[in-house]
């Protein structure tokens, strides 16, 4: 009996020995995606969650950690992968979870490993990244913790972490099955806008409390709003990402001012706002002071930017303890800026710029320039996103493997254009709106360090020309200037700041404007740069870039099972 | 001049040749499963498309020919099979299209080869088997016609084919979440009831003829009654064919007779009707002569039987030529028998018998005995169906590649039970409703003749006994008999009919009854034999046979990409 004792208490410490030294280094999930339903916004869906949870688990880590999520795929007959947005995934170019890009779909019943590492501190989220899964609801948050040892470059004394994303009632395959057809049918704008997979619709809650008429009868616990639970006179982190399908948000909060001090990830000279916009694929972090009046609550609030909204603020409650969470607040939800006040969306981004000290400037020149034309078009009557004139359509093969391997013929050959036409007129609807679908991939020279300008253009409707906020797999860039019209490769290249370019891994073009990026080709991959708008996406709007594929490592098995390399797998005639 | 047209003279009789020798034995089909817009019934909807149209085209072919359909998979993230339903698969059991069992789910942009033989002359159809795809619309007609020289053994002047299905407003993924969720949901009865991809819902129009109030305003041409135009005094075959998710059919014409001829691809004794009922998976042919006052046109109706019908009938008009097809019958459509009418539908069965000298009988005794209890069950709280209290759970390795290649824990070991125990009370619910989940197999000596009983029961709710028919794959079977109450292992042995049982590949069992079938063990393979009602199967309402696997030939790799299969083939530890 003692002797078992003993025996039992060693193994408990030796236990608890190993659970301490792999938490520092190594992260284990395992998780199932599959169909549940859930009432996001009170109206029951079948949506796609992870464990029976939405929005699916959050991965909380420290910089230096691996992360290893045994994946399995629990949907009846659809293949599944998830993507880590804003993870460089430096040497593990197969865990970027891109299908047709990085890896094959997992099928059914199958797992896939997901294993690599977090570099950097910050405010990272994952989502699905096949077909229009991630509108499905698949998606959660990654926060990254600095390492041991390693500081923040602010204080805090509490942080709440808010997932933003929109909703829809539709199912993902009819919407689907209406961006692929012909007549083209839009999904038209969300139903709800949600804040940690929670939001308010038809119950009207919002247009009531402005109106001051009281709480919203028939709210459950499924759709009311967030409480985030703060003490007065501290300073708080609001870690706030979006994976929104289409929308553009504002977030405010009654009465508080904010400071950004995170993008992607990335430390920024801190700024203060009354109210940030947050594009699909963004991430913020803001330091909010309880300094107001201690005895009331507060609305926190996100509506819709750039697009005429169509859909109800979401909302939460900063609650100042000890007031009674569903004590409302005094003064009204923080109304949404115009939609279509485009300036004070600029003044936001233009005010990003990396903080003193936090990285290094940019490379001072760039090996090479593309410059990415993004313009609505139709392809044989069926309409499209396209990129210089190509809209994007997914090889079945994914181009990790079949480019590491040398396949030939897995994807469309040629290099897609560097440029577009000088007589283009950005301001208005294409000439001539065909254009062709295509999988070529830009090749990058690996360890070159290249600029991209994003060029925005009228849509096919006169007078329309939207906000796309793109999205770079595998980098981070940085973001050396913004304009209106056409970019100028003299004067605008003049004016680019190479001094303190914020570095992100979303970046936003205005309407009718122009955005420049530069990056370094320093991660061997292939890697989407793609809008980040899930119907776009959808619709072909996106490039590949592939860099330093001879780089790769021995890309895992699982990852290669479908398409061309899945037959010469078969054959044995891989390495 | 002349010789450029000599040559092309040539080589146009040379293709046309070539034609003519190909048309009679091997037929090339290309298709593209993928998502359209239909709406059957009136009501939009996003259903599976065979190169964009609902049901899929019809194949048609001659006894001994060999079809070959290159299927392409166009739906955007989800798998794909196809089953030939009748068609034995002999030597090709890798086309019998059953995901999990004779292949790996065709990815999306995969194309996969089905390539088989149809043997007899007679009216099949296919459709898709894997997850509920049927019931999105996955299915189309096999017609088998007699090889050339060769005759049927009845004359007739025309033909018609009516592919019968049901149809329901909810997605097939939103029905497969509630089936497969805790609490359970049930799907519920079918919206419409569709006659070759057409049926009536809401407009009333059945409702409103039958009490003569004319014709429906609303109704298009996809839901419009399918009009059969005949000459008057001729005989017409009806090849009638259900693949319904749920319903048993009847069908009735107005005024007329009907002789039924052929049974699932096997001529039965003729016989006369003045309804049919149909089950989910079986096809009929009857003969129909248009005896009637030709001066007016006639309604064929299908309705609900053995359940209480919510689906309004769905109609055909009979049109006598020269009246205008408009012409609404004088006759109200017939009238549905009572849905809890069974001896009706006994008597119906119970007539079917093999057509004199037109098979050999089956074997007088049987190797072995198998009795299948069939209940509905819960396993942890999941309502189930189960036989001999196992539910079948399918597994991520196909069976004919994990067997074929004596793969180790692909699937659950142990032979299923061959019984139940003798004080299990058919008529009460079941005492202890837990029963367990398997994929395990029943392993058959090949070539050996098998008995197959299966015992219908009560279900969980008191004084509920369903129909189910029973659907078998890779054979047909004798019906040798049918019975109400438990199966008698003496005294209802000895009233098999042994003499001239029809051949079907489909059955039904009663409720609260028992069948009888035989069939011999003669086709290499692994093989579903199942209830057809969908969500029945989905429920886990089959079992596994297996038979001579070791003498299946060489399976294509493409039916073998997935699983541990899939895995080997990749390690090349297979053949």
Redesign the interface.
């Given at each position: 009996m003692a002797t078992s004792s003993l025996l039992l208490i060693s193994s408990c410490i030796i236990s608890v020995l190993l659970q301490a030294a792999s938490a520092s280094k190594t992260r284990h999930f395992k998780w199932e995606v599959g169909?549940?339903?859930a009432s996001p916004d009170c109206n029951e869906k079948?949506l796609i969650g992870i464990n029976g949870k939405f929005p699916g688990p959050t991965i909380r880590a420290k910089a230096g950690d691996t992360i290893h999520v045994e994946l399995k795929n629990a949907l009846?007959?659809?293949?599944?992968v998830i993507h880590w947005h804003g993870i460089r995934q430096l040497g593990t170019p197969w865990a970027d979870g891109t299908a047709s890009i990085s890896q094959?779909?997992i099928?059914?019943?199958?797992t896939f490993l997901y294993r690599f590492r977090v570099e950097k501190a910050g405010t990272y989220f994952y989502h699905g990244h096949?077909?229009?899964?991630r509108a499905a609801g698949l998606y959660g948050s990654l926060i990254v913790d600095a390492a041991d040892g390693e500081e923040e470059p602010f204080r805090y004394d509490g942080e709440f972490n808010l997932l933003l994303s929109d909703w829809y009632h539709q199912?993902i395959?009819?919407q689907?099955?209406g961006l692929?057809?012909k007549p083209f049918r839009w999904i038209g704008e969300p139903q709800t806008l949600l804040i940690n997979g929670r939001g308010q619709h038809n119950c009207s809650l919002a247009a009531h409390l402005i109106e001051g008429s009281g709480k919203c009868e028939s709210m459950s616990k499924d759709c009311a709003p967030v409480v985030l639970r703060v003490l007065p006179n501290k300073t708080y982190r609001l870690r706030i990402a979006s994976t929104t399908s289409l929308a553009s948000l504002n977030l405010a909060i009654g009465n508080h001012k904010m400071v950004v001090v995170e993008a992607d990830g990335n430390y920024v000279e801190p700024f203060m706002v009354g109210d940030i916009d947050i594009y699909s694929g963004e991430s913020y972090s803001v330091l909010v002071t309880t300094d107001q009046n201690p005895s009331s609550n507060y609305w926190l609030s996100i509506g819709v930017r750039g697009r005429k909204p169509k859909t109800s603020p979401a909302l939460a409650i900063v609650n100042y303890r000890p007031n009674s969470p569903s004590k409302l607040p005094e003064s009204s939800p923080p109304v949404v800026p115009e939609w279509s006040d485009y300036n004070h969306s600029k003044s936001l981004s233009y005010r990003i710029l990396a903080r003193r000290g936090a990285t290094k400037p940019p490379p001072q020149s760039a090996d090479r320039r593309i410059v990415l034309l993004n313009t609505q078009n139709t392809v044989d009557g069926y309409t499209k996103w396209s990129i210089n004139n190509i809209s994007l359509a997914l090889p079945?093969t994914p181009y990790l493997g079949s480019m590491r391997y040398r396949l030939k013929n897995a994807f469309d050959g040629g290099m897609p254009p560097e440029n577009f036409p000088s007589n283009y007129d950005v301001m208005r609807p294409p000439k001539n709106p065909n254009s062709t679908q295509s999988s070529n991939a830009y090749v990058i020279r690996f360890n070159s360090t290249v600029d991209v300008i994003l060029q925005n253009a009228n849509a096919l409707a006169v007078n329309v020309s939207e906000i796309h906020p793109w999205h770079l797999h595998g980098h981070d860039f940085w973001v050396l200037g913004y304009g209106d019209g056409r970019f100028d490769e003299e004067e605008d290249v003049a004016r680019f700041n190479l001094k303190n370019p914020p570095l992100r891994n979303t970046v936003v073009i205005f309407p009718y404007g122009w955005t420049a990026i530069r990056f370094v080709a320093d991660n061997p991959g292939v890697w989407a740069f793609h809008c980040h708008i899930e119907p776009h996406l959808h619709m072909g709007m996106g490039v590949i870039f592939a860099e330093g594929v001879e780089h790769v490592g021995r890309i895992p098995?699982e990852a290669l099972?479908?398409?061309m390399t899945?037959?010469m797998?078969?054959d044995?005639h891989l390495p």
């Open positions: 169909y549940i339903y079948v009846h007959t659809e293949g599944v094959c779909a099928d059914p019943e199958e096949y077909g229009m899964q199912s395959y009819d689907m099955v692929s057809s079945p098995k099972t479908c398409g899945g037959k797998l078969m044995n």
